[in-house]
């Protein structure tokens, strides 16, 4: 009669006894079909991190096979959406009954959208890094949406001196001349009328917001769209030389800071009234060899910190 295998996790006693915050798994690899608001069913390929507390003290360790097979059963069954996310947290804690009363998983991926061109019409697919966090502790479920957004920024100060070397050209090519419309005009279109230009560089908002524990679906592409529509100079995937020239426009009428980036962002979504969010401002410079960063959260006793 053949012997059941051993169970060490469950039988063996701890070569040092103490509780632990989180035991789990890292990176596990997920394909997973996302459900999100103004979006179909979406593939998408996540790295998960799944963790349960070890609150008996003198237990060996969890059950890590039963927190992979319960988001097994997510990629495979289910869609990911906040109720099934919580339904997979309560089946962490229900499969380590008196091991664990809390569990939190992570969903890393990047989701593709489709975005439409500036002017010409044309549209092109842009992949956005996501993170989706949650943990249920003691019944209580907390979401958070973490996405990043990559623009440009044109320097404000790298604007004004390329104006005040134009405005010098432009004294001395014309210094004491009667101006006629057609010479001006001309002049203006070459090299020697525009001789400089402000410097602007890519940049990215890492942004994160807590979602209210009774969400019932996510809103990514809401959350890309508020932040692209308020920065004005999102990077783009399709363009023509009229979508290039439009995005020239927005650049030179709206130059930022990082510091007025975030304060953009930080205005928007208390505006919107989220329950909690983290904004950093990352503008990757094209002049110096470091970063301009920025900083903003709502400010809440136990929110977010920075």
């Known amino acids: 009669m053949p012997t059941s295998m051993p169970d060490i996790a469950h039988s063996a006693d701890a070569l040092q006894e103490g509780k632990l915050d989180w035991v789990g798994m890292g990176n596990i690899e997920l394909p997973l079909l996302l459900s999100s608001k103004g979006l179909n069913d979406t593939p998408v390929t996540a790295k998960a991190d799944a963790f349960v507390s070890l609150d008996r003290k003198d237990a060996k360790g969890i059950h890590m096979s039963r927190l992979f097979l319960a988001l097994d059963e997510l990629s495979c069954e289910q869609t990911l959406s906040p109720s099934t996310i919580r339904a997979a947290l309560d089946s962490f804690i229900t499969s380590h009954e008196g091991l664990s009363h809390s569990a939190k998983v992570t969903f890393n991926f990047e989701l593709p959208l489709r975005r439409a061109s500036l002017l010409s019409g044309k549209q092109g697919w842009k992949n956005y890094p996501v993170i989706i966090t949650a943990t249920l502790q003691d019944g209580h479920f907390n979401l958070e949406l973490a996405v990043d957004v990559t623009y440009s920024s044109t320097c404000p100060c790298s604007a004004a001196l390329a104006r005040q070397l134009i405005q010098n050209a432009f004294e001395q090519k014309?210094?004491?001349?009667?101006?006629?419309?057609?010479?001006?005009?001309a002049w203006l279109g070459t090299t020697e009328g525009i001789l400089a230009t402000p410097h602007s560089q890519r940049s990215v908002t890492n942004i994160k917001v807590k979602l209210d524990e009774h969400s019932q679906e996510?809103?990514?592409?809401?959350?890309?769209?508020?932040?692209?529509d308020e920065l004005k100079t999102p990077v783009q995937a399709a363009v023509k030389r009229e979508d290039e020239q439009e995005f020239a426009r927005l650049n030179g009428q709206n130059l930022m800071f990082c510091e007025d980036a975030a304060r953009k962002l930080k205005a928007l979504f208390e505006q919107e009234n989220f329950q909690d969010y983290y904004i950093k401002i990352n503008h990757y410079e094209s002049l110096h060899?470091?970063?301009?960063?920025?900083?903003?959260?709502?400010?809440?006793?136990?929110?977010?910190?920075?």
């Open 289 to 306: 060899a470091h970063d301009a960063v920025a900083y903003a959260v709502k400010g809440l006793k136990d929110g977010y910190r920075v």
């Open 218 to 228: 996510f809103d990514i592409l809401g959350l890309v769209d508020l932040v692209e």
């Open 174 to 185: 014309f210094a004491g001349q009667s101006l006629d419309h057609a010479s001006v005009h």
